[in-house]
């Protein structure tokens, strides 16, 4: 059964940092093309960042670019995304998501609250 597994959302004052995880298990991590996604309350799900499988390669929205970075460790089955300098509009749910595009296989985890607020 696959599993991605996020973790380490929390309250942080604006202009703080939080460095968000995600576990995958059930398949072979390596394989997939993994993001992160956010939603807001009365928002739209929003594409935050990506990163390929093998070489690597990220991408970010514009609202993120310079201040967050995915990276991933395939020994580990985790990715990570580190948040600086947040806002109060970053607040969201935080999604991972891991797409094998070969097997066409889609799979979501629950989340995890990240709040900006003094």
């Known amino acids: 059964q696959v599993q991605l597994v996020e973790s380490g959302g929390g309250l942080v004052q604006p202009g703080g940092s939080l460095k968000l995880s995600c576990v995958a298990s059930g398949l072979t991590f390596s394989r997939f093309y993994m993001s992160w996604y956010r939603q807001a309350p009365g928002k739209e799900r929003e594409l935050v960042a990506d990163?390929?499988?093998?070489?690597?390669?990220?991408s970010y929205a514009a609202s993120v670019k310079g201040r967050f970075t995915i990276s991933r460790d395939n020994a580990k089955n985790t990715v990570y995304l580190e948040m600086n300098s947040l806002k109060p509009e970053d607040t969201a749910v935080y999604v991972c998501n891991a797409v094998d595009l070969e097997y066409s296989l889609d799979y979501w985890g629950k989340g995890t609250l990240v709040t900006v607020s003094s």
């Open positions: 990163i390929t499988s093998i070489s690597g390669s990220t």
